[in-house]
């Protein structure tokens, strides 16, 4: 690997930016800053959260109706790009690779039309908006075989649904491992403020890449063992904002893929003594990534959707799936200075050929098309495939932990099926898919009774549902729920003791929490969204694999209340038009 630090270092690109990213301006110098739409696009109102704050009003309930559509068009194609030398296909959103923004305010409704142009050969999709709650439209959180079927090839859809949290995620297709080819990008929503910054940079993606087409990894993953099936396929590099250098050299013998030395690292601007907001985004298939920028600590203010109060390090750790927003002032050098920002996959828990991201920062009067000569921090990887100690990370606006109506232990495991297949499940069952009938269309029309495949967790009107999740495997998880965040009250090794909660006055919340191998952790969310909502681990492998349940709430009020728009019945018979013609070769779990 020494090659890729030390020798050819990209800083001056050997491709091109439409050779590694297409149309993408990520990473690049001329990347916005945010707010985007202040300058292009302005508010009738300045801030419409107005006087709403981020320790004093309820984010879940207080959300502003600001009236404003941010409308988006996305087309959905194949394509092929480089994004560290090595050239390979993809599945790309209007030609970009990481995917192009959604910007929103607080309180506003966002709108995305899909086109389905994916060709050569033709796949379903669909988009996920990880992390909102989608509580006035549960229809359009964008999970194939749970709230709609597929969009099929040459088929267009519009997603509409309201900005109901602030602060930092990410869109990607809900399709098989779809997004792990690509088919991602980043929402950014702007609300009330917990800190004071300058400059706005917007996302940072950290991703593990594979070389292998996400297809053909996911056939690899579900193969009977005996015939050469590999769950646990390892990642060819480490990318930071869609870009990393490769050692070409170490590509496989017979491999005839076109592979470029030093294809070019992404590249930031501090301005000096400003203080920086970076967005971070674990936006990769499995790597725990371990983020740090030399000589600079990190302030770190939110996790996932939930604003925290501030507190300095050196290293965060991000679990697939999970966001967190830092502040970074540029006071650690003259204003001709450079530093490496880092992102490291922890190797404990993750199987990766090359795990060590760069990018480089540059303060204002630094010379960019030269290399950074800081040193790393040299804090060592704890190895046990957590997030940070939940005692450090208290919500800026306080919910307690009430006692739930209900307690749910679920059990992760695998099995080896009948035929020699890996698989993972949750609660003793591995999921799989039906394209053709969503669960949530089923409940409208009062049908609750499923195949034991679809792991349909049926809470009926409980008002808090406590769900203890115990892993005694050896790998650890990004654990994920739809429709809701998580209240996190415990984390830690071996099982759950039954009573022991962190912060039991005001728990740490976020969307996905990370349980450690061999390991537990216990969740709770109050049942105020009635829904079908995933509840899975982000591993894109894993959730291939199975490792999936839908959580069914209040079924009652889905038949009475909803209103599900005939557009969602309509991406069913469009489905079944296509599946009519072409065999939909569904060799995972679907999701
Ligand atoms: C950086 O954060 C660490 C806590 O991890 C703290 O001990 C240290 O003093 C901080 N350094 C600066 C320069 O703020
Ligand atoms: C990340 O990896 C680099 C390269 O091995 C190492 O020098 C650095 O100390 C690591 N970062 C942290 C925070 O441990
Ligand atoms: C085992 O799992 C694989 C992958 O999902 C599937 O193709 C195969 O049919 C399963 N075998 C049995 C006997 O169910
Ligand atoms: C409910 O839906 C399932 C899955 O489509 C189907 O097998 C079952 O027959 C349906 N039940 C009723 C009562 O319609
Ligand atoms: C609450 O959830 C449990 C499952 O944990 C379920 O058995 C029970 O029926 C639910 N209670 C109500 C009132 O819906
Ligand atoms: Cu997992």
Not at 233 to 249: E, Q, R
């Amino acid at each position: 690997m020494g090659n890729v630090v030390t020798t050819v270092l990209g800083i001056v690109a050997a491709l091109t930016q439409q050779q590694t990213n297409g149309n993408s301006l990520w990473g690049t110098l001329l990347a916005p800053t945010f707010p985007l739409f202040l300058t292009n696009n302005p508010l009738p109102n300045g801030f419409p959260w107005g006087l709403l704050t981020a320790a004093g009003s309820n984010p879940y309930t207080q959300a502003p109706n600001t009236g404003v559509i941010r409308s988006y068009d996305f087309t959905i194609s194949r394509g092929s790009i480089a994004p560290d030398g090595y050239q390979k296909d993809v599945i790309l959103i209007n030609d970009q690779y990481p995917g192009p923004v959604i910007e929103a305010n607080w309180g506003d409704v966002i709108q995305v039309t899909v086109h389905n142009q994916i060709t050569g050969p033709e796949e379903g999709t669909s988009l996920h908006w990880h992390g909102l709650l989608q509580k006035e439209t549960p229809w359009y959180d964008g999970v194939p075989a749970v709230q709609q079927c597929p969009i099929a090839p040459g088929k267009s859809f519009t997603y509409q649904f309201r900005a109901s949290l602030y602060g930092t995620t990410w869109y990607h297709s809900h399709y098989s491992a779809q997004y792990s080819g690509g088919l991602l990008g980043p929402l950014i929503i702007h609300g009330p403020s917990n800190a004071n910054y300058d400059i706005d940079l917007g996302p940072v993606f950290l991703s593990d890449w594979y070389h292998t087409e996400y297809f053909q990894l996911v056939e690899e993953i579900m193969k009977p063992l005996a015939s050469g099936g590999n769950p646990r396929p390892a990642s060819d590099n480490n990318l930071i904002n869609g870009k990393m250098n490769f050692d070409c050299s170490t590509v496989a013998a017979g491999d005839t893929t076109h592979c470029t030395d030093g294809a070019g690292l992404s590249k930031f601007k501090f301005t000096n003594g400003k203080t920086h907001r970076l967005r971070l985004i674990n936006a990769g298939s499995e790597g725990i990534q371990r983020f740090s920028i030399d000589g600079h600590n990190l302030t770190i203010i939110a996790n996932d959707f939930i604003p925290i109060k501030p507190y300095a390090t050196e290293v965060v750790t991000l679990g697939v799936g999970q966001r967190t927003d830092v502040l970074v002032t540029a006071d650690a050098g003259p204003s001709t200075s450079a530093w490496w920002m880092r992102s490291n996959i922890s190797t404990a828990c993750t199987n990766a050929n090359q795990p060590y991201a760069l990018a480089a920062i540059y303060y204002d009067k630094a010379d960019t098309t030269k290399a950074p000569t800081s040193v790393a921090w040299n804090v060592p990887d704890p190895g046990n495939c957590a997030n940070d100690d939940l005692s450090l990370t208290v919500p800026y606006y306080s919910i307690a932990a009430t006692n739930p109506s209900t307690t749910k232990t679920m059990v992760i495991d695998y099995v080896i099926n009948a035929t020699g297949s890996f698989l993972w499940r949750l609660d003793g069952t591995s999921f799989r898919a039906n394209y053709n009938n969503p669960v949530l269309l089923l409940a409208e029309q009062g049908n609750l009774t499923y195949p034991d495949e679809w792991n349909v967790k049926n809470f009926g009107t409980n008002t808090t549902v406590r769900v203890v999740v115990n892993n005694p495997s050896p790998a650890s998880h990004p654990m994920h729920l739809h429709g809701h965040y998580m209240q996190i009250l415990h984390e830690g090794d071996g099982n759950w003791d039954g009573s022991s909660i962190v912060n039991a006055n005001n728990p740490q919340r976020r969307d996905t929490q990370l349980v450690r191998a061999n390991g537990h952790f216990v969740m709770q969310y109050s049942l105020d969204n009635p829904g079908v909502w995933p509840f899975h681990c982000h591993t894109a492998w894993h959730v291939s694999a199975g490792l999936y349940a839908n959580l069914l709430e209040r079924p009652a009020d889905i038949e009475k209340d909803l209103s599900i728009p005939l557009v969602m019945q309509q991406t069913c018979t469009d489905w079944k038009a296509y599946t009519n013609k072409d065999v939909v070769d569904q060799i995972d779990s679907g999701v």
